[in-house]
């Protein structure tokens, strides 16, 4: 059975650091993109950063700088490492992968809905 799961979140204060671990098991991963998306109470969730090989990245501009999305050779493990946190980063992260995507950057701007999706994990960016 095709599986994401994330970790690595939690409680950081404001300039801080955190890495968030995406790790895909149960799927044969050649032509592909994945990325992290972002979601908060009564607000769509949103795209932050996504990949695809040879790799090509899209970041939201609110991030970039700050935020890098990176993986393992074998396209298994994505990492989102998180650099001088905001407050306005404090949400829950997801991890997903596609298959049927045309650009990096539409599917970071349009959510997949056919895509494998983790659990999510918490960030919490506060004094």
């Known amino acids: 059975q095709p599986q994401v799961v994330e970790s690595g979140g939690g409680l950081v204060q404001p300039g801080g650091s955190l890495r968030l671990t995406c790790v895909i098991s149960?799927?044969?991963?050649?032509?592909?993109?994945m990325g992290w998306f972002r979601q908060v109470p009564g607000k769509e969730r949103e795209g932050v950063s996504c990949?695809?090989?040879?790799?090509?990245?899209w970041y939201a501009d609110s991030v970039k700088g700050r935020l890098t999305i990176s993986t393992t050779s074998a396209k298994t493990t994505i990492y989102l490492q998180m650099n001088n946190e905001r407050p306005e980063d404090t949400a829950v992260y997801y991890c997903a992968e596609d298959r049927e995507w045309t650009t990096v950057r539409n599917m970071c701007l349009n959510p997949p809905s056919d895509g494998i999706w983790g659990q999510g994990t918490q960030v919490t960016v506060s004094t």
């Open positions: 990949i695809s090989a040879p790799p090509t990245t």
């Open positions: 149960g799927i044969t991963l050649e032509h592909y993109a």
